[in-house]
């Protein structure tokens, strides 16, 4: 049983001590609400300044096959990054059931034996590359979507291709075996490019020589 002292009669309560009680309770009211209200000014100021360093993050768009930049929700944050992507159209691949892909058969010729009034019986002395891209500046840094090396004449063909445009690029180097033993110079490289359109349900037949 609790006994209330304060108002228990008989009882000479100190009103000193009562008052001080009251006082110190209100003080300790009174800090945890300016407390609060702290916080609460610190968590706005956070948030705040969070969406702040986000809106001036700089970086660059891509319009209309360009790189611009800009200053709010960049998609991309590095010019090279940008550049990568921006420009280039790529075909996309057909679903299924809707438009057939189309092919491309490319045939490529050279002299293997002479070079340098030299005639090579024994192994081939020549190296090709042949590869496609998406756009003129994938094949020029040979940046190809797929390729195919070649020692000897011969015919790179490519199927499944979506409907589109398409570019090619061969390079014919010299093996250095074949000009350090014989003393001739070596020749530069050989290179021929161009571009060509895929239709559906149809094979481009290209011949390039080299």
């Known amino acids: 049983m609790i006994i209330n002292y304060w108002f228990r009669p008989g009882f000479k309560r100190n009103e000193t001590a009562f008052t001080a009680f009251a006082q110190q309770k209100r003080n300790y009211i009174s800090k945890m609400k300016k407390m609060k ?21 700089s970086g660059y768009n891509c319009v209309n096959g360009q790189c611009t930049a800009t200053f709010e929700n960049p ?15 790529v075909p996309t691949q057909p679903k ?23 005639v ?37 063909t490519v199927t499944n291709l979506a409907p589109g445009v398409y570019y090619y690029r061969a390079k014919k180097t010299i093996r250095t075996s074949c000009v350090s033993a014989n003393g001739c110079p070596a020749p530069p490289p050989v290179i021929k490019s161009g571009k060509f359109t895929i239709t559906s349900n149809k094979t481009i037949s290209i011949s390039v020589s080299l």
């Open 120 to 156: 090579w019986t024994l192994s081939p002395c020549w190296d090709v590359m042949v590869g496609l891209g998406y756009s003129q500046t994938d094949v020029d840094k040979e940046a190809y979507f797929n390729h195919k090396d070649l020692s000897e004449p011969g015919i790179y």
């Open 37 to 57: 209200k702290l916080l609460f000014l610190i968590l706005i100021v956070f948030l705040f300044s969070c969406d702040e360093g986000e809106k001036n993050q």
């Open 96 to 118: 299924p059931g809707s438009v057939s892909p189309g092919s491309v058969s490319i045939t490529l010729s050279w002299d293997i034996k002479r070079y340098c009034n030299i």
């Open 75 to 89: 998609t991309y944050l590095t010019l090279q990054d940008c550049q990568t992507v921006c420009g280039i159209s």
